[in-house]
């Protein structure tokens, strides 16, 4: 089982940016596709970025453009990079680790407010 533990949360005013970083304890992290989900208040999670193991990232289209997903395979790190934050992205965000046969993995999530 992979641990996966964010941080960079917090609040931020609309038009700001903010930088989530989740950190992986597994030896072969280069392995996983790694993405980013978030939950906002009565809302269901939705998926937000992917970067897979093989490079290729993707975007929700409601922050393609803003956001930007990355990932530090040395550091065992996939990062979150939010610009022009609006209050629509205010959520906990959480990142998941898909393993294929090795399995899934979910951190616990850091929340983000973005708010005046």
């Known amino acids: 089982q992979v641990q996966l533990v964010e941080s960079g949360g917090g609040l931020v005013q609309p038009g700001g940016s903010l930088r989530l970083s989740c950190a992986a304890s597994?030896?072969?992290?280069?392995?996983?596709?790694m993405g980013w989900y978030r939950q906002a208040p009565g809302k269901q999670r939705e998926w937000v970025a992917l970067a897979t193991s093989s490079g290729p990232t993707n975007y929700a289209d409601s922050v393609k453009g803003r956001f930007t997903i990355s990932r530090d395979n040395a550091k065992n790190t996939v990062y979150l990079q939010m610009n022009r934050l609006n209050p629509e992205d205010t959520a906990v965000y959480s990142c998941?680790?898909?393993?294929?046969?090795?399995?899934?993995?979910w951190g616990q999530g850091t929340q983000v407010t973005v708010s005046s």
């Open positions: 998941h680790a898909a393993g294929g046969w090795r399995g899934n993995s």
């Open positions: 597994v030896s072969i992290f280069s392995i996983y596709d």
